[in-house]
């Protein structure tokens, strides 16, 4: 009898891959029924990772879009998963352990099954007490082994890694290949040994295809016993994504595997809705170098979901970077010059830095130091020069034990600095905060949501939060948003916006106030000033007096359809109207 292996649609790590931003809770709406009916899924991951944090960067509720999206799934019966960073939880730094508790209870509550959990450091101490509190949140605890390739990550390291993870209460245990270039038969080897230890442990392969390896990969561990993979669909698949499910399901299906069949025809209309999603706005964060493999990422190790940001921040300092070498009378890079002297830096001293596995966020870290080590030495300063708080934190031991040793130059560096290394568990430098935050809910009068889920986010993402309460998340959004969609506009040679494209651009959700008889519009009476239509983003609720409409015979009063927000004002204090024409945009509140 063929042995079954089956599918998992890794659709928010498809888009944090590719760019900045995530489908908004309307779009996965739209998009989810279609991915059940592709008829070949066990798992959709819906969340986790940076994608909450992202939510509240627009100007969105992450709860919102979690709760809407797995519903979906839950409804049909395939499990759904999310990314959890481990001690850093879903951000980017430690998180005090009561919240990192909530987070289960919350996310089981929202239809979230199978939580992910990784430490970039593979330290199993900061694995280990999730597990044991998602288990007791009802969660399927799959324990992470971030996949790399160093003289220090041997297919014995990752042996004895699962081991003690299995003995900590995992469940399942995944293969996170994040840069890809975990080499096909390294991780063939490591599979072996899990299942032949271990048969009824699940193991899952989520593995990149920046640099090439990952459909070899995926091959190998399936003969090794591997009995889901983490899969992709166009057009985020590929790239420095992740292979498409198409590839993956006819190479295994060759190879004698029992795989589900795909309904081409519901595949298609997830690519269309998928394309959508990036004509509407998300496109205009996608960096396109993102859509093409890249070699260069074997040496360097870097995950190719991170290339966006780390050309973004190449670019930032390129000029700067010229500027220097231009002044000591040297020759200045181009751009592709710039990005290969960088991978060879973090090349060079990764090592130096303890072999941190290059996921998040000790990927960030390492080519952070890269990038300003060329900096200060396009300036005469000698490698070391800057390297930030979260580093130095990552190299003396606050965020776990670095798998590999520290160069001796870095030890006396820290020791020049008065600096002391840290050997406890990193969870013991961060006291719990719970009791701070809902003291501040309770004093704002902020509601703790259903199921603590508010608090939770505000405990989590406290910064993001508050600029998402303040509405100031949505307004840098829009104005960010506005930006890029001027700058394609100008580079077209296309017409310049109107206010119509920029209103529909901001607010595809919003819906039209229309005339219900011919007349003068009066927003208001002001016998004391000038009268004036209601400034945008005023919430009105449901049958609230909007405006009136003076006629010939009589005074037309009009209500809010909706509880809402003004976006758009297209009738001014005192125009006539004709009946039908539009008066304003309202965006409903959720």
Known sequence: MKREIKFSLVYRDMWQSSGKYVPRKDQLAQVAPAIIDMGCFARVETNGGASEQVNLLYGENPNKAVRTFTKFFNEAGIQTHMLDRGLNALRMNPVPADVRQLMYKVKKAQGVDITRIFCGLNDPRNIIPSIKWAKEAGMIAQATMCITYSPVHTVEYYINLSEQLIAGGAQEICLKDMAGIGRPEMLGKIVKAIKTAHPDIIVQYHGHTGPGFSVASMLEVAKAGGDIFDVAVEPLSWGMVHPDVITIQAMLKDAGFQVPEINMKAYMEVRRLTQSFIDDFLGYFIDPRNRFMSSLLVGCGLPGGMMGSLMADLKGVHAAINSNLKA????????????????????????????????????????????????????????????????????????????GKLDPEIIELAKKNNFEFFDGNPQDNYPDE??????????????????????????????????????????????????????????????????????????PKAEPVVAPSAGKVLWELDFNDHSMPPQHGKLFKKNEFLCAIETKFCMDTITSFCTGRIVGVEAEQGKMVKKGDIIAWIEKED
């Not at 889920?453 to 829009?478: I, T, V």
């Open 328 to 403: 000591a009378g040297k020759a200045e890079l181009s751009e592709d010059e710039l990005l290969v002297q960088l991978f060879e830096e973090v090349q060079y001293i990764w090592p130096k830095l303890g072999n941190p596995p290059l996921v998040t966020p000790f990927s960030q870290y390492v080519k952070n130091v890269a990038l300003m080590n060329i900096f200060g030495m396009s300036k005469g300063q000698p490698r070391w020069s800057m390297i930030d708080k979260n580093t130095w934190d990552m190299i003396l031991g606050k965020a776990g034990k670095l798998p």
């Open 434 to 507: 719970l009791p701070r935050f809902i003291e501040e809910m309770e004093k704002n009068g902020w509601e703790r949501g259903q199921d603590d889920e508010e608090l939770f986010e505000f405990a989590m993402h406290e910064k993001q939060y508050r600029e998402y309460k303040s509405g100031e998340a949505k307004k840098r959004f829009n104005g960010e948003l506005l930006a890029a969609m001027e700058k394609k506009v100008t580079a077209t040679g296309a017409a310049p916006m109107s206010a119509a494209d920029k209103r529909a651009a901001l607010y």
